[in-house]
């Protein structure tokens, strides 16, 4: 069965320090990645995907992430934090099949607090 | 860009209503949505998928009787909690795959979720 861990449950980052966001997946092939933020109350925003090629992938609001398929992970990260990063971080993976691509299954999240 | 919105994204009930969710692709056709719940402070867990046109899928320990699904069209999903109690009480967000954006792959998008409460 596949699974995804976020070791992390609570993270504190100095606003302009950098934040890594860590997240491993348990499954039988390279399944779609994502990382999902949620502010309070709200739905998500999609920062990033990989589906596949580079394994270096950039998405909006500054952050990045990076696929090692030798240690099954997918660690979102951020050069300088800004206070308006503060939120819940959700990692997801999708399966990798055309019927079912959609259905995701998610960490349990990471909530970052900013400090100024 | 394509987004799913979510209607209401508040609602009280009392205990023993039912309460319907609806989700809608506003710009593009979903033949699969997906609805999830979040309790308070937790992630999200996948309930079903709803297959337009044909049964919803529902994942394993979710009460088909208790969170009926209708996919009755290629723009809309509702969800309907039966005879609510409070630990029905959560968030449950929709998502709809769109196949029409150009990528192999089409895009997921999220609504914007909506919070139950059951007194």
């Known amino acids: 069965a596949q699974s995804v861990t976020q070791p992390d449950i609570h993270i504190t980052v100095s606003e302009g320090a950098s934040l890594e966001l860590r997240c491993n997946y348990s499954?039988?092939?390279?399944?779609?990645l994502f990382w999902y933020v949620q502010s309070p109350g709200q739905g998500l925003q999609l920062l990033l995907k990989y589906f596949s090629g580079d394994t270096l992938v950039q998405g909006i609001k500054g952050f990045e992430a990076e696929f090692k398929r030798s240690q099954s992970s997918f660690n979102l990260r951020k050069p300088s934090v800004h206070w308006s990063d503060a939120a819940e971080y959700f990692c997801?993976?999708?399966?990798?099949?055309?019927?079912?691509?959609?259905?995701?299954?998610f960490g349990a999240g990471t909530q970052v607090v900013v400090t100024p | 860009g394509a987004v799913v919105s979510q209607h209401p994204s508040w609602v009280i009930c009392k205990s023993g209503t039912s309460v319907k969710i609806e989700c809608r692709s506003l710009?593009?056709?979903?033949?699969?949505m997906f609805w999830y719940r979040q309790f308070p402070k937790q992630s999200l867990m996948l309930m079903a998928t709803?297959?337009?046109?044909?049964?919803?899928?529902?994942e394993q320990g979710v009460e088909k009787d208790k969170f009926l699904i209708n996919h009755a069209s290629l723009t809309l999903s509702t969800l309907t909690v039966t005879s609510a109690h409070p630990e029905d009480s959560s968030f449950y967000i929709c998502?709809?795959?769109?196949?029409?954006?150009?990528?192999?792959?089409?895009?997921?998008?999220f609504g914007e979720g909506s919070r139950l409460t059951v007194l």
């Open positions: 997801a993976v999708g399966e990798v099949t055309t019927d079912s691509w959609g259905k995701l299954q």
């Open positions: 709803s297959n337009e046109g044909s049964k919803a899928t529902y």
């Open positions: 710009d593009f056709q979903a033949t699969t």
């Open positions: 998502s709809a795959r769109d196949w029409t954006s150009g990528s192999e792959t089409g895009e997921l998008f």
């Open positions: 499954y039988g092939a390279t399944p779609y």
